[in-house]
Structure formats: C-alpha cells, structure tokens
C-alpha cells in the first residue's frame, strides 16, 4: 500500500514537474500560435491525468470510532466527482452513493447518502485529505430515534490474517470434544466468534462487538461472510455450538 501511495506521489511531482516546463515554454518560446495551442492541449491532458492519480487516491476503507461503535466506511470508486461505496456499522451494511468536489486546500469534500429503507439510516459530510489519508466530517440520521455524530477515520487495508486471536487454530485445524473439555462456556464463545472476526464480521450482539472492537487486528468489513468460512471452520463452529450448549445445560459437571 506504501509503495504504490509513494509511486502515485511520484508521478504527481512528475506531471507537475511537466506542467511548469510547458507552462514556461507557452510564455517564453515564440509566439506561433498553432504552436501555443498545442502546449495548451497538452497541459490540459497533463491536468487531467494528475486528477485521475488524485482520484486513484480516494477510493479505500476509513475505520474509527463512531460514537460508542466502530465504524468502516469503503469508498469503492470515485469518479468525475460520483461516488458509491458503503458503511458497515453495529452489525449494519448500508450502501451508499453521492458526489464529491475538490476544496481550495486540495482535500476533497464528500456527501453520500444510505438508501433509507433502514430507520437508523443517514446522510455521510466529509472532507477527505489525500495526503495523510484521514476523513473528517458528520453523520446525520434521517429520522430522529438516534442523533447526529462526529468522526475522524484513518485509511487502513484489511487483509486475512489466520494468525489473528487467542484461538487461531480454529481456523487452522479440525478440533476435538475432549481438547475443548477444559474450556468454560466464555472461552468457547471466544473461540467461535474469533472465526468470524477474523474474516471482518461486524457483530450485532453488542458485548462481542464492543470485545472485538478492542483488538487491534480486527476491522469490520461486511455482516455476510458465509462465503468466506472454510470446511474445517464450519465443523469447528458446529462443534463449539454443541459444547456450548452442553456447558449452559449441565454447567456443574463442564469446565474445570
């Protein structure tokens, strides 16, 4: 991600560099007309193209706090000042389309609306800075059974990682009943649902979204990555559920 956001800035400078040589040229070399209309062409076409390497810039996820919640906005493309992208939020994944402009400062002011079949949908306000990859604005719901909020949202890429968690090797291997004997009821609920953060699931039941939140590593993505589980994780999931509700039955025979 660094390497093309350094190469992306030095084709920047580069076009810019052209720029100004042509623009001098266009003011000092004779004064043929057919010859200046040419440059101008060219300067134009230069300008063009360095607010598509802008425009290259924009698209991507911005992930901070929302209020007490996490919240993923993804610019999916932006172009000739549209939008369309989506929010994933406290279990919620809205998609959302709107326009785009460029402010005096260089940064990009942004409006995008949820579709508002949902009551708890709204209208996104940003500014976007390219340079240190953060947007900043508010959020203002449609409807007033919940109120307006602030945000200020970092860039960051998710990428899988199995690594990730306590328990990682759910994801990595077949489990068996006897291993997860020694487990309590919240220790297999970790083990489970570390599954589906691993993959970016944004959780609805509010204490393992808060839980999840906090860990450095997960990053709310989508609410639907049934796609995503392996084999190995389905049978792991189904023989966690079985345990876990074997604990919450017979709890003074379970567990240590």
């Known amino acids: 991600m660094k390497i093309k956001s350094k190469n992306m800035k030095k084709l920047f400078m ?6 100004v040589m042509l623009f001098s040229v266009t003011l000092f070399a004779c004064s043929n007309s057919q010859k200046e209309e040419e440059l ?8 063009e193209e ?10 991507g996820t ?17 172009k000739d000042g549209i939008v369309t992208g989506y929010s994933v939020c406290a279990g919620n994944d809205r998609d959302m389309q709107g326009k785009y402009s460029i402010n005096e400062d260089g940064s990009f002011y942004f409006e995008l609306d949820e579709p508002g079949d949902n009551k708890y949908d709204g209208s996104f306000k940003f500014n976007l ?14 409807k007033d059974i919940v ?4 945000y200020l949202l970092k860039k960051r890429q998710y990428q899988y990682n199995v690594n990730n968690g306590d328990y990682s090797y ?9 291993e997860l004997f020694g487990f309590d009821l919240d220790e297999l609920g970790e083990m489970r649902n570390e599954i589906y953060a691993r993959y970016g699931y944004s959780f609805k039941n509010k204490s393992w979204r808060y839980y999840f939140e906090k860990q450095d590593w997960y990053i709310p993505t989508r609410i639907d990555i049934r796609d995503k589980i392996t ?8 023989l966690i559920k079985d345990l876990e509700e074997y604990w919450d039955i017979a709890y003074d025979d379970f567990g240590r």
Not at 40 to 47: A, E, F, G, V, W
Not at 132 to 142: A, F
Not at 170 to 178: D, G, K, P, T, V
């Open 14 to 19: 580069m076009n810019y560099r052209v720029i």
């Open 40 to 47: 101008s062409i060219k300067i134009d076409k230069l300008q």
């Open 50 to 59: 360095i607010e598509s390497f802008k425009e290259q810039g924009l698209s």
């Open 62 to 78: 911005y992930i901070g706090d929302f209020g007490d919640n996490m919240i993923n906005i993804t610019l999916v493309d932006c």
């Open 129 to 142: 800075y390219v340079q240190n990859q953060t947007i900043q604005g508010s959020w203002d719901p449609y």
């Open 147 to 150: 109120k307006s909020k602030n």
């Open 170 to 178: 759910a994801s990595q291997r077949y489990l068996n009943q006897e």
């Open 231 to 238: 084999k190995v994780e389905t049978k792991n999931i189904a």
